[in-house]
Structure formats: structure tokens, C-alpha cells
């Protein structure tokens, strides 16, 4: 019954018009649908065999992923170890998505929240958490608003984690490797390592708080 759950829940999401825009899903049984960016388990490997070396524990840690699809990047974070999680998602479609992976696996200690990230006081209503997972976002923010809200939006949102696994990009198009670094090293973040992502060439950025 539960893998014919996970067929349905894949034929719902291939069915979308611009279905190769949502992520894949990380827990086993789910290969049928399309993911956004094949190369996904190996980025998040490579984050995950970083963070080891760092000595960083993922043991029960929080997280929180900020503009979360349908949740590769927090749901492998649990898989990993990671305790409760919190995605933030505008759009009521991948809401229901979630929402129905997290019936499906029966998972406890997961939260979605259908937030905009307009401005700083929106910000201040979300969870602060150990992990913040902030993909492809922070110009979708400046869009909405402007530089200097943005990046106290980061600011807020950051303010009391430990890691941040961050990709700085400009709709679509990759920034230079070192063009958005300044951003998490004013909240408090040292860029750890760099990883090639291979998604239009982003890469994914893992910050640790600055001892």
C-alpha cells in the first residue's frame, strides 16, 4: 500500500506542466519521479562527508530549509541524523507534497510553513534553528524587497545556527565563487568548502559559525 502511495504521490508530481523543476525525493521508493537536478545525491554527499571532517554532530540537530521544494536537501538531513525540521515553502502545491511524503513515511517532528520573506519582522517569526539550508533564495528576496533587507533577512534567520548550507546564484545564472561569500562571513560564517553543484554551474556553499 505505501509504495503504491509513493507511485500515486510520483505520478502527481510528473504530471505538473514544469514537473523538472521540483526536486527529487531522498527517501527509498520514489525514483519515479523527474528530479530537478540529478546530480543532488552527490552534492549532498560531498556536504555531508564535509561536515564529518569538520567534526560537526547532525545528531538531533534543527533544521530549517528556507524556499525547501519538496524537501531533498532537510528530508536527507534527517536521514543523516537531524532531528526536527521546518520547511518553508510559498507554494501551496509543493505544500501538499511534503505533506503527503511526511504521511507516507510516517515521520515525525516535521513542520511546514507557507511563509514569505519579505521583510525582516516575517523573518522573525520562523524557528531558529542549528541548520539552516537557504538554496537559491536570497535573490528571489532581494527581488521582493532590496540588497540591504535581504541580507538582514540572512541575518535574522542565521542568527542562532551553527552550519548553513548555501548557494548563491542570480536567477538561474551562476555568480563567481567568491561574489556572495561576503554574505555569510558578515552574519558570522567562515566558507568551509565549495562544492560543485553542476547545475547550470552553482555551487553549494557549507558555512560553519566562525569560532
Known amino acids: 500500500m505505501t509504495q503504491k502511495l509513493r507511485d500515486e504521490l510520483a505520478e502527481e508530481i510528473n504530471g505538473w506542466q514544469k514537473a523538472a523543476n521540483y526536486q527529487g525525493c531522498p ?5 519515479k519521479i523527474n528530479p530537478h537536478r540529478k546530480d543532488h545525491p552527490k552534492v549532498l554527499k560531498a556536504c555531508l562527508d564535509h561536515l564529518k571532517e569538520k567534526e560537526y554532530d ?3 540537530k534543527s ?3 528556507v524556499g525547501s521544494n519538496i524537501g531533498f536537501f532537510a528530508f536527507s538531513l534527517r536521514i543523516a ?6 520547511m518553508v515553502e510559498r507554494q501551496g502545491r509543493v505544500q501538499k507534497v511534503i505533506r503527503q511524503i511526511v504521511a507516507i513515511e510516517g515521520l515525525k517532528d516535521v513542520e511546514v510553513l507557507g511563509k514569505k520573506m519579505h521583510n525582516v519582522d516575517q523573518a522573525k517569526e520562523l524557528p531558529k534553528c542549528d541548520i539552516v539550508v537557504y538554496k537559491s533564495v536570497h ?13 538582514d533577512i540572512f541575518r535574522e534567520i542565521t542568527s542562532e545556527a551553527s552550519a548553513v548550507i548555501y548557494e548563491p546564484c542570480n536567477f538561474g545564472k551562476a555568480l563567481p565563487t567568491d561574489a556572495d561569500n561576503s554574505l555569510a562571513e558578515r552574519c558570522g560564517f567562515d566558507t568551509t568548502v565549495v562544492i560543485a553543484d553542476g ?10 559559525r566562525s569560532k
Open 27 to 31: 527517501f527509498k521508493g520514489y525514483e
Open 58 to 60: 547532525l545528531t538531533g
Open 63 to 65: 533544521v530549517i530549509d
Open 81 to 86: 541524523g537531524a532531528g526536527q525540521l521546518y
Open 139 to 151: 535573490h528571489w528576496i532581494k527581488k521582493f524587497s532590496d540588497e540591504k533587507t535581504a541580507e
Open 199 to 208: 547545475f547550470k554551474g552553482r555551487d553549494i556553499q557549507v558555512c560553519l
